[in-house]
């Protein structure tokens, strides 16, 4: 409702601050009795909401759910996230993304679910998704660029996933091309870029991002090779601010290649890389390259040395880095 709107947009913005009940009845224009009912609903929703005899109310903790509300409560961005199809669970995000785009969706458009019963990584991989836990989140972009253009922004994307990881966990990931984000060698994110395009114009890109946040642990096929950020740092981390922070660093990189081009994010991009200079494996469909991962090139194709000196560029591939 709009008193409930109303209500947690007091507590977010009073922050450590009490607010007395008869300010809140004065704001909302309602009774201290309503006041009162309104605060026993949001706490049977999760919200853990302090009160203090003579000092009011104050808002301990928001729940840990990943509802358009929740990531909506003080969002700092202009357009990405104000847009939510929030899910409890779905076979995968993106294929509802992907029907939403069609249908013409506006860009900045996220399709986000607590669940994913078929979540998928490339090449039909399937994407581990359990309930709860995790990010599991599509956004829908729309930018003005040649289909050739697009694997830049599976780049953006994991600049904008690696600031923001930095920005919650104060740890540094690292980013292996293409797609993956890594904390001390293990996968803690996965990110999908997906296009709807005609031959010269990209019409959506779909972008898949697969965040593991809270999980302790892992089914055994992927316990060696996956993390999260509850393992790596020792605390549970609430959701729904890591999308907001990662919707916002998102928005900002978008903006400054939409403007400036794909440079400043390739900079920014070689900060987190653990690829470049390495001795690598680059498994393609059509075989393996072995040799130097030289850098990526302005389009954000990787560049590889073979030891006879050729130059190889490889648009797409899973990247084993060599242990030195
Ligand atoms: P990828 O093909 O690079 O990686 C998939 C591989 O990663 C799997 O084969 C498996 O070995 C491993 N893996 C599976 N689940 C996990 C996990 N939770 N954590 C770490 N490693 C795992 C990466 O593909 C792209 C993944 C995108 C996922 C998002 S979630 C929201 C959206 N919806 C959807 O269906 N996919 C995207």
Known sequence: SETRKQLLKLFTEAGESFLSGQKISEQLGCSRTAVWKHIEDLRKEGFEVEAVRRLGYRLKQMPDKLNANELQLGLKTKRFGWNVYDQESVPSTQQLAHQLAHEGAEEGTIVIAEEQTAGRGRLNRSWHSPKGTGIWMSIILRPSVPPQQAPQLTLLVAVAVAQAIQEVTNIVPDIKWPNDVLINGKKV????????ADPDQVRAVIVGIGMNVNQTQFPSDIASIATSLAIETG???????????????????????????????????????????????????????????????????LKVQTEDGAIHYVYSADIEIKKQ
Not at 246 to 263: D, S
Request: aromatic share 8%; glycine share 10%.
């Open 235 to 301: 605390r549970t981390f609430h959701r729904p601010k890591i999308v907001q922070t990662l919707l916002q660093k998102l928005e900002q990189l978008y903006e400054q290649y939409l403007q400036h081009g794909f440079l400043p994010i390739k900079l920014l991009w070689e900060g987190y890389s653990v690829t470049i200079g390495q001795q690598i494996v680059a498994r393609t469909l059509n075989g393996a390259i072995r040799g130097v991962a030289l850098g990526i090139t302005d389009s954000g194709t």
């Open 189 to 196: 994110v996965g990110i999908l870029t997906e296009l709807q």
